[in-house]
């Protein structure tokens, strides 16, 4: 089970954390990833990290979000900085070894 948090309004330029934490899992060894859906557009996958702590990023975020974990706490974080409008969407956290998903939490980014 994933539980994702930290997702609010915030200007544009701002930054948020997010947070998704797990249970009940074998968590250290999996590739976790943040994936993200805009209204009316398909899910996106923005940042994934191995277990290892290696990271990979979609283009447009790159030098902008930060994808962390930490295994004694089953957590991953996705630290997002200068936001953009462009960046308003459900965030969902995803384990991709047990293909397990979070319940997702809404970033809104003003201009």
């Known amino acids: 089970q994933l539980q994702a948090s930290g997702g609010g309004l915030v200007q544009a330029g701002g930054s948020l954390r997010l947070s998704c934490a797990a249970s009940g899992s074998i968590f250290s060894i999996n590739v976790m990833g943040w994936y993200r859906q805009a209204p009316g557009e398909q899910r996106e996958l923005v940042a994934t990290i191995t277990g290892g702590g290696s990271t990979a990023y979609r283009d447009s975020v790159k030098g902008r979000f930060t994808i962390s974990r930490d295994n004694a706490k089953k957590t991953v974080y996705l630290e997002m900085n200068s936001l953009k409008p462009e960046d308003t969407a459900v965030y969902y956290c995803?384990?991709?070894?047990?293909?397990?998903w979070g319940q997702g939490t809404l970033v809104t980014v003003s201009s």
């Open positions: 995803h384990d991709l070894n047990k293909d397990y």
